[in-house]
């Protein structure tokens, strides 16, 4: 975080929960004004809690929570006035157009955006006159989008916002989230999409059963691996392959055994791959399966857990 730099989100101490279910156990965050933050973990990892909590929907047990320096309570008038957030899942009414409803969420607001440049902004002018019940789901993200910015918020929450898009319309929310953080708004973004946080945030907490396991720029995270790839295979019904021989291969770190597969990770991918053909070779085991891919988020999580992000 760059020293001195505004702050636009203090969570600190946050605790929340559930009957039994401990969902945000002591938290503490801070966003940086003007950058897009992410929280990255699995369902269940209290990443939706931890957002409602900040945006006042939900009381928390224990803990505060300070957005542009003020406080639900003494100052929630003003707070609604400057945030924006697009919930989980937004219902809105079928039989209103896009233009209505965007209408109707800008009266809430003694000042914000017009509704003909939210309309634009988040691309949804040839479906002005459309009824939100004939929308696409793409179209529905973008319009729930449109009903959080109508009050020019400077700070953004939204929860899992392409979580059940196909991939054309989630790369065009995207683009829709670029374009706003380029304009200097401060977004909070949740997300189980690995690739979404490395494409989007600035910076990223991991968070696994309430509580942040990592924080950092998605680069160093990935970094703070010490490899560059990963390796995945299957020999099939060839038996099982002997890890400790594995792990001693030429340019592999660590080995990983689960459900029949085998994951390497790997400094120096062109010595490990010859080697580990030629091991396989050796022991007479077929390869059935081969992927190989650069580290990404994904495998900074199964490092700090042994889970995958969806395996909950």
Same mark, same amino acid.
């Given at each position: ?265 790997? =400094? ?29 988020? =994904? ?14």
């Amino acid at each position: 975080m760059t020293q001195g730099a505004a702050i636009a989100l203090r969570v600190r101490g946050l605790r929340k929960t559930y009957r039994d279910v401990v969902a945000v156990d002591h938290l503490d965050l801070e966003v940086q004004a003007g950058e897009c933050f992410g929280l990255l973990g699995p369902n269940g990892a209290g990443k939706t809690t931890t957002i409602e909590v900040c945006e006042g929907l939900v009381e928390p047990d224990a803990g505060e929570v300070e957005l542009l320096g003020r406080r639900w309570g003494a100052h929630s008038r003003e707070l609604r006035e400057r945030l924006g957030i697009q919930l989980q899942e937004t219902q809105l009414a079928d039989k209103l157009t896009v233009e209505e409803t965007l209408a109707l969420f800008r009266s809430f607001y003694r000042s914000g955006l017009g509704v003909e440049g939210v309309i634009a902004l988040v691309q949804l002018g040839e479906k002005r006159s459309a009824r939100v019940g004939q929308l696409s789901g793409g179209q529905k993200q973008r319009l729930a989008m449109g009903c959080a910015l109508v009050g020019d918020p400077e700070l953004l929450f939204l929860d899992e916002p392409t979580t059940g898009l196909d991939p054309q319309a989630r790369r065009q929310l995207w683009d829709l989230i670029e374009n706003l953080k380029a304009g200097g708004r401060t977004i909070v973004l949740t997300t189980h999409y690995m690739d979404e946080a490395e494409r989007l945030c600035d910076r990223v907490a991991i968070m696994d059963h309430g509580r942040i396991i990592a924080l950092d720029t998605p680069r160093a995270l990935i970094a703070s691996l010490g490899v560059e790839h990963m390796v995945e295979f299957a020999t099939g019904e060839g038996g099982p392959v002997d890890v400790q021989a594995l792990s001693q291969l030429e340019g592999v770190r660590s080995v990983r055994a689960e459900n029949g597969f085998y994951q390497l990770q790997v =400094e120096r991918l062109h010595q490990a791959m010859p080697a580990l053909l030629g091991e396989l070779e050796r022991r007479g085991l077929p390869l059935t399966e081969l992927r190989t891919h650069s580290a990404t988020l =994904e495998d900074v999580f199964v490092s700090l857990t042994g889970r995958h992000l969806r395996d909950e």
